[in-house]
């Protein structure tokens, strides 16, 4: 006797395999009279949603490369000797292109401010303080999270900070953040 080849099997003994993902609904309501379902209210669904978004960071690579290696990069225009904290591709006082330069990572606190709320990927962390920190020899301010103290009575404008970096980078700004230095 010749075995039967299950690809070739027929349509009807098909039978389509139920997974459990997307939505699983229960219970939805259906009249039993079918002239009634304009009045219907409608099914509302929540769907979690995920893309992959591919970006670059083009002319600011250099400074995640900095972080993912524990340094700060900003950048210096060799024609008014301005250093920035946050890097610029050209002087915002000339317009000349500048080059990239190390600054030091310890500074002050410049100003600061308590976030009693965030966005989703800080939401776990409120409250959270941010700085604006100052260095010598750089002309503009470095916005970073302070963390260690407790609350905003424990810092103060001229504090000295020194910043720390992810063990394992994520190739964000949030791979620096600053704690106190004394």
């Not at 600054?103 to 959270?128: A, D, M, N, S």
């Not at 503009?140 to 103290?149: A, C, E, Q, V, Y």
Request: hydrophobic share 35%.
């Amino acid at each position: 006797m010749a075995k039967k080849n299950p690809a070739k099997a027929p349509a009807e003994s098909k039978k389509v395999e139920e997974l459990m993902t997307g939505t699983t609904v229960f219970n939805i309501p259906l009249p039993a009279d079918l002239k009634t379902l304009k009045g219907m209210s409608p099914i509302v669904i929540k769907q979690p949603y995920h893309i992959d978004y591919i970006h670059s960071y083009g002319q600011d690579s250099p400074f995640f490369a900095g972080l993912s290696n524990g340094k700060l990069l900003g950048t210096k225009c060799g024609k008014c000797d301005y250093t920035y904290a946050t890097p610029r591709l050209a002087c915002t006082q000339c317009g000349r292109e500048t080059k990239w330069v190390e600054i030091p990572q310890t500074g002050r606190v410049h100003t600061f401010t308590t976030c009693y709320f965030g966005g989703e990927e800080f939401l776990k962390e409120t409250p959270f303080h941010l700085v604006l920190v100052e260095f010598d020899g750089v002309d503009t301010l470095f916005l970073s999270r302070l963390i260690g103290p407790a609350g905003p009575e424990d810092i103060r404008i001229g504090m000295k900070v020194k910043a720390k970096f992810r063990r394992n980078s994520q190739l964000k700004p949030t791979d620096v953040y600053f704690v106190p230095a004394e």
